[in-house]
C-alpha cells in the first residue's frame, strides 16, 4: 500500500512540474505560433534590404502589387491613343467595372478564360515564382496556376504569328518571349505573338496579335524587385505608352497559394447571383464601330 501510494505523489508531482511548465510556456507560444511551411503568408513580408541583389538573378518566390499594403503599387498604366481600328475594337468591349457581371463581356469574368500577358502581371500578380534554367527563365503565376517561358539562347522573337501561311504560328495567351540581361542587374524581356482575346487593360483596351511588350525587370537589392513595361502595337495605338511599374519583395517561406479561377465556380455564380442582379443601371450604351471607348 506505501509503494501505491508514493507512486501516486510521484505522479501528482510529475503532473504539477509538467502542468506549471505548460503554463509558463503558453504566453509566449500564444505570441508567436508556429506557421507552416505550406501556407503562403502575405502579409509576412521581408523586412529589410536583405544586402546586396545577387548578379544575373530573378529567382525566388515574390510577393506582387496587391499582396500587402507594404509593397508599393508603382506607376500605373498610361491612357493610350487609339488608332480608328482600336477605338472600333474597344467600344465593343465591356468592362466588368461598368457593366457588372451580368452586362460584361470580359471573357476571364464570364468564361475563366486566361488574362494573358500582359494583364496578369499587371492586374493579379500578387504572388510568384521565378526559375532560372540554362536557357530559359520561368515565371510561375500564382494566379490562375499558369507559367510563362522567357527563352535566353538568342533566337529571336518570331515574325508571322497568327497568319495562314505555314511557317506562321499560333498566338498564344502568354505571348512569345525572348530575354536578356543588360548588365547585373537588369533583365530586359520583348514579347510578341499575344491572343488577340484577351484584353490589354481591364477597362477593355485592345491589342493585335504582332503587339511588341517590353519589360525591364530590375533586382533592386536581395529582396526588392521591380518591373517597368511598354507596349508598341501601331495597328492599336498611335504611339507607344508605358503599362506601368510594378514592384515585388521576396517572401520568407518562398510558398505561393494555390489561386484558379474555376469555371464551375464561376458559371454558378453567373447563375445565382451575377446575371439574377442585372448589369449596372448607369452603364453606357454599346456602341458598335463608334469612336469611344469605356471605362
Not at 511598354?230 to 517572401?251: A, E, N, Q
Amino acid at each position: 500500500m506505501r509503494h501505491v501510494w508514493a507512486g501516486a505523489v510521484v505522479a501528482v508531482a510529475a503532473a504539477v512540474v509538467v502542468s506549471s511548465a505548460a503554463v509558463a510556456q503558453t504566453p509566449q507560444s500564444q505570441a508567436k505560433p508556429a506557421k507552416s511551411p505550406w501556407v503562403y503568408y502575405p502579409l509576412d513580408t521581408i523586412t529589410g534590404d536583405g544586402g546586396p541583389a545577387p548578379k544575373r538573378d530573378l529567382s525566388g518566390t515574390w510577393a506582387g502589387p496587391g499582396s500587402t499594403d507594404a509593397i508599393p503599387r508603382g506607376a500605373a498604366a498610361g491612357k493610350p491613343s487609339l488608332t480608328p481600328l482600336g477605338q472600333q475594337v474597344m467600344s465593343q468591349h465591356k468592362p466588368i467595372g461598368r457593366y457588372g457581371p451580368a452586362g460584361t463581356n470580359d471573357p476571364t469574368a464570364r468564361y475563366c478564360d486566361p488574362l494573358g500577358f500582359p494583364l496578369n502581371f499587371i492586374y493579379q500578380n500578387r504572388a510568384m515564382s521565378v526559375a532560372t534554367m540554362p536557357d530559359r527563365v520561368v515565371f510561375l503565376l500564382q494566379f490562375g496556376g499558369f507559367w510563362r517561358e522567357v527563352w535566353t539562347d538568342g533566337r529571336p522573337l518570331p515574325a508571322k504569328v497568327g497568319g495562314d501561311d505555314r511557317d506562321s504560328l499560333d498566338p498564344t495567351y502568354m505571348g512569345y518571349s525572348v530575354g536578356h540581361w543588360e548588365d547585373d542587374y537588369n533583365f530586359v524581356i520583348d514579347t510578341t505573338g499575344l491572343d488577340e482575346r484577351t484584353w490589354l487593360l481591364r477597362d477593355g483596351t485592345p491589342h493585335s496579335v504582332m503587339a511588341r511588350v517590353q519589360e525591364r525587370w530590375t533586382r533592386v537589392d536581395r529582396n526588392t524587385m521591380k518591373v517597368a513595361m511598354t507596349i508598341d502595337d501601331p495597328k492599336m495605338f498611335t504611339s507607344p505608352f508605358s503599362l506601368g511599374t510594378y514592384y515585388y519583395r521576396w517572401v520568407p517561406n518562398q510558398k505561393i497559394n494555390e489561386w484558379l479561377c474555376v469555371p464551375s465556380e464561376t458559371l454558378k455564380y453567373l447563375k445565382e447571383q451575377g446575371d439574377p442582379a442585372g448589369s449596372y443601371p448607369d452603364a453606357e450604351p454599346q456602341r458598335l464601330g463608334g469612336g469611344g471607348r469605356g471605362r
